[in-house]
């Protein structure tokens, strides 16, 4: 029996997230949390093993392969629904699967165009910055295309601390709603962009760069995708020494990220009122 392996990572947008799917830059940096997907050649209906697909899953595997012939697994440590990129990394891991099972060597932008067609399953019209990062496994600034604009970056100085809402975020239907209250938030997603380029001036100074996302979430709150789950946890990071935290993502649940020199005393507080929480990133990893 042949088989393929495809790796990818999640992803965690710093900076830029909803204006980036109105022509603004984006700034979104790849996580040591990825995804695994072994394929393999076999008799009998494609199927996925050791798990129920959801209908999205379900659905995009349906795209992606023939209807008999294939058993995949798939085994991810990045969390699902929080806005840490796992159908992006699960779409990229199942492109470089396919492609290591034909013996092909996929260009970068073949990987990319094959995985915004998987992602567009679970997110609609998606900006692709998701798949971007993840196919690329460096921190990058993205303007979307076509074609879409990229630029490498260095990771930010300092860690970034994930703390979880515990609840699902909805991308597709929170991109959907901030459509519907334009033009009126317009004037914030503006102001998201023209911070996302200050953030990337400063993103070895931490001191500069953690007020500047906690300014970000504020215009997020404009854009109306906080929740007041997710404003409490950017009161918890900031109460307990971050230099600035911001909801990442879609908004409506996921995570919040916060940016501190010392990611402990947040872990802590997270650990003390039940949040769970995941040192992301950070200079020593
Ligand atoms: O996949 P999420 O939840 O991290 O959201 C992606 C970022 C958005 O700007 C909200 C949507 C997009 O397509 O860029």
């Known amino acids: 029996m042949s088989s393929g392996r495809g790796r990818a990572p999640g992803k965690l947008i710093l900076c830029g997230e909803h204006a980036v799917v109105y022509g603004h830059p984006a700034i979104a940096l790849p996580l040591e949390l990825a995804t695994d997907i072994e394929l393999a050649r076999c008799e009998g209906p494609t199927r996925l093993l050791g798990a129920e697909p959801d209908a999205r899953l ?13 058993a995949l697994t798939v085994a991810s440590d990045v969390p699902i629904g929080r ?12 492109v470089r699967a396919q492609a290591d099972l034909e013996g092909a060597s996929l260009p970068h932008g073949a990987v990319v165009a094959r995985a ?41 100085a300092g860690a970034l601390v994930a703390l979880d809402s515990g609840a699902g975020a909805d991308t597709a239907e929170m991109v959907a709603g901030v459509a519907e209250r ?34 970000n979430h504020r215009l997020l709150c404009e854009v109306g995708v906080s929740t007041s789950r997710l404003d409490e946890l950017v009161a918890l990071a900031c109460g307990a020494g971050a230099l600035g935290a911001k909801l990442s993502g879609s908004g409506g649940g996921g995570v919040v990220l916060a940016l501190a020199r010392d990611p402990e005393p947040i872990l802590r507080a997270a650990a003390h009122v039940g949040v769970q929480a995941w040192c992301c990133v950070s200079e020593d990893s």
């Open 58 to 70: 379900a659905e995009a595997l349906r795209r992606a392969l023939p209807e008999r012939g294939f």
């Open 83 to 94: 806005g840490m990129g796992s159908s992006a990394a699960l779409s990229v891991a199942l």
């Open 116 to 156: 915004l067609e998987l992602e567009a399953v679970f997110h609609g019209r998606p900006s692709g910055v998701d798949v971007e990062v993840s196919a690329r496994g460096e921190p990058i600034r993205f303007w979307r295309g076509p074609p879409a604009r990229i630029e490498p970056l260095p990771l930010p």
């Open 182 to 215: 334009r033009p009126a938030v317009d004037r914030a997603l503006d102001a998201i962009g023209a911070l996302v380029q200050v953030c990337t001036d400063v993103l070895g100074d931490p001191e500069a760069l953690g007020p500047l996302l906690t300014e």
